[in-house]
């Protein structure tokens, strides 16, 4: 069975760092592109940054400079270190793994809340 945990979500003020983790099982990890995904009140899920299996990544022009993503195949986690929070960074952020060419291995976690408030 797979599971994608993410923790690390919180209050945070404007300017704030946080750093998100995502623990896997029940996937040979090491395969599988993973990646963030956040969603805010009334807007759709949208791609915050990704980190390929050769642990190419992309972000978001939204967070570029300011979010980090990384990942440990030994430990199967994924992490997301945010700097520099603003308040439009509030959403709920998702964790993601998947296989390319392979729509039936796509995976998502709970989600965690993150909120950048004063």
């Known amino acids: 069975q797979v599971q994608l945990v993410e923790s690390g979500g919180g209050l945070v003020q404007p300017g704030g760092s946080l750093r998100l983790s995502c623990a896997a099982s029940?996937?040979?990890?090491?395969?599988?592109?993973v990646g963030w995904y956040r969603q805010a009140p009334g807007k759709q899920r949208e791609l915050v940054a990704t980190?390929?299996?050769?642990?190419?990544?992309n972000y978001a022009d939204s967070v570029k400079g300011r979010f980090t993503i990384s990942r440990d195949n030994a430990e199967q986690m994924v992490y997301l270190q945010m700097n520099s929070l603003k308040s439009e960074d509030t959403a709920v952020y998702y964790c993601?793994?998947?296989?390319?060419?392979?729509?039936?291995?796509?995976?998502w976690g709970q989600g965690t809340q993150v909120t950048v408030s004063s």
């Open positions: 993601n793994a998947g296989l390319l060419g392979r729509p039936q291995n796509n995976y």
């Open positions: 029940g996937i040979i990890f090491r395969l599988f592109r």
């Open positions: 980190i390929t299996s050769a642990s190419g990544t």
